[in-house]
Structures are given as C-alpha cells and as structure tokens.
C-alpha cells in the first residue's frame, strides 16, 4: 500500500472514534508488518520521505523530456533517465550591514566661549606698591579706535563641537527551503533512424547528424530547466538499439493444455 493510501486509512478509524487521535491508530498488514510508522523524527523515516521526493522530482523531469522528445524521435525510439541532486539542508541567516558611504547628521552641539582679561594691579603689597608710578612715553600712534598702542588686554576663548553621526544599516533575515534542486543530470539515448527504400522495401538505419543532437540536446536543456551555475549535464548521443526478440507462437490445444497444468488430475488427461 501507499503510504497515503495508509495515512487515510489511520485518520478515518480516528475521525471515526471520539477522542481518539491518529497517533494512537496501528495498521498491519497480513503478515504482520507495521504500515504506519510512528514517526516524525526517525531518521530512517526522514531518510525514506527524502528518497520518495527525490523519485517524484526526477519522474517528473522525466515525462518532461518524453512530452518533447516522442512527437519528434517517436515512441520507443529514445530513452532518457533523470537523476536530481537534492539539497535537505535548512539554512537559517541573518546579516546587518553598515554603509560608511551615507552617514547622516543626528545630532549637534556646538558651543563657543570667549573671555577677555583686561589691566589689573598686581605686584606684592607694600610701600614700593603704594609709590606713584614715573615718567612714562606716550605713543604717537593710537589705534583705530582710539586706544594707544601697546595697551590691549588679554584674552581667552575656546569652541566645542559635538555632533553625533547616523550610519546606513540595512537588516536582512534569509530562510532557505530545504528541497531544492543543487544538480540535474539528465542521459538520453536515441536510435538510428530508419529508412525505407521506395523500389525495393528495404529498411536501412543512418546515424543522427551532430546538428540535430544539438537541437535535441537544446530541446531537453529547456524541458528540465538547465542551468549552467548549478552544474547540471545534459547529454544526447547516438547508438543503436538491440533489436527484440522474436517469439514464435505455437497453438496449443485445449486438452493439451489442461493435462499440462499441475492442479488438474491425472484422470482427466
């Protein structure tokens, strides 16, 4: 039996009993053996489903190259066999990239400090101190606003700038399916052609030329979906086939045949 065919049957005597899940449902054949296996994380279970998906992606790929192959070569003059590379890995990925090409302004803080220190008595105190000053020299050039040369004041000032940069971050979070097709390799062999001599009847067999085998070759590449990253292969060549067997049929009488079996008794014959 199929294994759908056995999972049906498990869930109608459940659907059929209240209360009653699959899980506690055993199917047995006549000779005892166990259909529905219980399951889910057996490895050999894992192991028969991959190799039943495998079977189905390459039958398909199968019937494919026949659709396209048989309106052209004819039924029974080629054969072609499929075998797919199947990847079960389940691959899980996350990534966060930074573009230092795009920053952007966030934030900014700028701040700007002067300050001005002008003439102020200082010396040690005492009577030196408290004496009047002497002479002194007045300039004879004043600056521009007045003041004479040489009595500027003094000073200080400092600028602080804080500004706070948003870089270009992208997230991504990829998920592969597993199941999917890492390498196809596909064979197809294709028979002489036949000829048929008009005057005399004669067949005669004459090879495919290179450049229909490229045509047939591009045929199938498209019906499987090659692709050149993966890998995949694609051949078509050229061989002739072993002719059948022929039987010769012989008419057996009745009786003869009903004395030949072993179920019958001997008196009968």
Known sequence: MERDQVAAIANLVASSIPELDVKDVTIVDQRGRLLNIRDADS?????????????????TLVNRVNSILQPVVGLGNFRAEVSADIDFTEVEQASEVYNPDLPALRSEQVMEEHREVGDVAAGVPGALANQPPGPVAVPEIAGADGAMAGAGSAGTSRNQATRNFELDRSISYTRQQMGGVKRLSVAVVVDDLTNVNAETGELSRTSWSEEDLDRLRLLVQNAVGFSALRGDSVN??????????????????????????????????
């Open 43 to 59: 490895d050999v279970v894992l192991a028969a489903r991959q190799l039943e998906y495998v079977r189905q992606v390459e039958d």
């Open 236 to 269: 078509v060549i050229n061989s002739a086939f072993v002719p059948p067997e022929e039987y010769e049929v012989v008419d057996v009488a009745f009786w003869q045949q009903v004395c030949s079996s072993n179920w019958v008794l001997v008196y009968l014959c």
